[in-house]
T-cell receptor, first 110, second 116 residues
Framework: GENVEQHPSTLSVQEGDSAVIKCTYSDSASNYFPWYKQELGKGPQLIIDIRSNVGEKKDQRIAVTLNKTAKHFSLHITETQPEDSAVYFCAARPNYQLIWGAGTKLIIKP | DSGVTQTPKHLITATGQRVTLRCSPRSGDLSVYWYQQSLDQGLQFLIQYYNGEERAKGNILERFSAQQFPDLHSELNLSSLELGDSALYFC???????????????FGEGSRLTVL
């Protein structure tokens, strides 16, 4: 079955710098790759997603890239701000279920 | 506000007891998912219901059970509780069964279960 690996588990960056979180997946049938953000004390919330027929997608300071050949996708956050501090989860969908990565705790240092 | 309502927000109980967690999905959403999140852990998928029928099963223990009612709300029943069952339990809903459209999940704020 599908397996999603997410790295790093913790990422600490200076405010204003960029952050990159990477995920790899194993099942080439996966066709949908969302990223969720979980703030402290809250449930995860979708922040951006990408489908397998697209290589990159941007939404203001957030972008996701997908390399289907290498089976990996990444979340890029530019000009990080304190409110970006959270746990980020990637996921892949090979059929009708999401397979989740283990999460990355992003810490923004002032 | 995601539109998904979970009750109770906090629950403290003893080992061996049974509890019921309740979830009301977003208006119009037919799918309900239950997830377990232990301290500093990822999201463990437990079970999904779509329009009253079980759609998919994940790592749900036999001591746990769930159902979705005709009004689409769902309940997760946890019995013979153990210390290791202490966790955040999230409910999420989506408009579809999965595999079509964006498949966005809308999460509630969770029910924090503490087993003493």
């Amino acid at each position: 079955g599908e397996n999603v690996e997410q790295h790093p588990s913790t990422l600490s960056v200076q405010e204003g710098d960029s952050a990159v979180i990477k995920c790899t997946y194993s099942d080439s049938a996966s066709n949908y790759f969302p990223w969720y953000k979980q703030e402290l004390g809250k449930g995860p919330q979708l922040i951006i997603d990408i489908r397998s027929n697209v290589g990159e997608k941007k939404d203001q300071r957030i972008a996701v890239t997908l390399n289907k050949t290498a089976k990996h996708f990444s979340l890029h956050i530019t000009e990080t701000q304190p409110e970006d501090s959270a746990v980020y989860f990637c996921a892949a969908r090979p059929n009708y279920q999401l397979i989740w990565g283990a999460g990355t705790k992003l810490i923004i240092k002032p | 506000d995601s539109g998904v309502t979970q009750t109770p927000k906090h629950l403290i109980t003893a080992t061996g007891q049974r509890v019921t967690l309740r979830c009301s999905p977003r208006s119009g959403d037919l799918s309900v998912y239950w997830y377990q999140q232990s301290l500093d852990q990822g999201l463990q998928f437990l079970i999904q219901y779509y329009n009253g029928e079980e759609r998919a099963k994940g790592n749900i223990l036999e001591r746990f059970s769930a159902q979705q009612f005709p009004d689409l709300h769902s309940e997760l029943n946890l019995s013979s509780l153990e210390l290791g069952d202490s966790a955040l339990y999230f409910c999420a809903s989506s408009v579809e069964a999965g595999g079509r459209g964006t498949g966005e999940l809308f999460f509630g704020e969770g029910s924090r279960l503490t087993v003493l």
